[in-house]
């Protein structure tokens, strides 16, 4: 990792023109992406969102956030599933309410492309992006894996989850709707990596061949590294990654666009355009 000082955000119109002029020159363009892009595009956990479709869940249990009604500790797989279909179905299933994804997509139209993503929301795919141009390096809220894990190999859960919706009642669904592994009948759980029974299948492995290779070869040639909502959870993924990489590499640059958290190491200031501010409204802007 490079040195702890850090270059903050220019002035955003500053910044907006940098980025242009940028993104006009380049060569390949290198996506890294994180909560943040899905949050301006209306993904959020919290709030009236969370209130319309978690109510009953909230007011039994008293938690305030999406989130951390995925880690309780539900008393039955009946109840779990309830909550989670929920929160598979309106984070995975449905449309962002803002085009934020497809107004990217306009901007990288004619351009050479890969994103990488930590976000587990498949909102690149549903906005048009090309699928083998992605690499969800988190995993997939609409992918299932053995709980144990057994083999490693995923499950589509869109057909089941629908059916969840449709069934459950009392925040409970039939129980003949549990999702078990089809190998050793152990309950299934949630493709998300958040230890080490993260199940990378064939799917993940050939995305990380791809990327490594678009990296092998665009390493000489005019490359922004375009850093999208990426906070502190995961750093190393996207944003430590694209720092050393524009640090060592001839033509690279960095661009951050983040609401609260844009920054650069003092390391790489010479090549970093940092912008605090909406990423859609960035976005609308170039």
């Not at 999702?179 to 299934?188: A, I, S, T």
Request: charged share 25%; net charge neutral.
């Amino acid at each position: 990792m490079l040195g702890s000082r850090i270059l903050k955000s220019k002035n955003s119109s500053d910044g907006i023109k940098q980025l242009r002029e940028k993104l006009d020159k380049a060569d390949a363009v290198i996506i890294g992406a994180g909560a943040g892009i899905s949050t301006s595009a209306g993904f959020v956990y919290t709030g009236e969102r969370f209130d319309r479709y978690f109510h009953d869940f909230a007011e039994k249990y008293q938690f305030s956030d999406m989130y951390s009604g995925g880690f309780y500790p539900y008393g039955t797989l009946e109840e779990y599933w309830a909550y989670w279909s929920r929160y598979i179905y309106i984070n995975r299933y449905l449309d962002a309410l803002k085009p934020v994804y497809k107004k990217l997509l306009s901007l990288l139209k004619g351009k050479n492309y890969f994103v990488l993503t930590t976000n587990v929301d498949h909102c690149f795919q549903k906005a048009g992006f090309d699928k083998l141009r992605l690499f969800y390096t988190q995993g997939d809220y609409g992918l299932w894996q053995c709980s144990e894990p057994c083999h490693q190999k995923t499950y589509d859960n869109e057909n089941t989850v629908r059916q969840m919706m449709e069934q459950q009642r009392n925040m409970k669904i039939p129980s003949e709707l549990i999702p078990r592994c089809p190998v050793c009948g152990k309950p299934m759980t949630m493709n998300l990596r958040s230890d080490n029974t993260f199940v990378e299948d064939e799917g993940w492995h050939t995305a990380s061949e791809r990327y490594a290779d678009f990296l092998r070869r665009h390493k000489n040639v005019n490359t922004l590294f375009w850093e999208l909502g990426v906070g502190m959870n995961t750093p190393s993924i996207v944003k430590f990654s694209f720092w050393r990489m524009v640090h060592e590499w001839p033509d690279a640059v960095y661009a951050c666009i983040n609401l609260h958290e844009a920054y650069a190491p003092k390391e790489i200031q010479n090549n970093s355009i940092c912008i605090s501010a909406d990423i859609g409204e960035v976005l609308s802007k170039l």
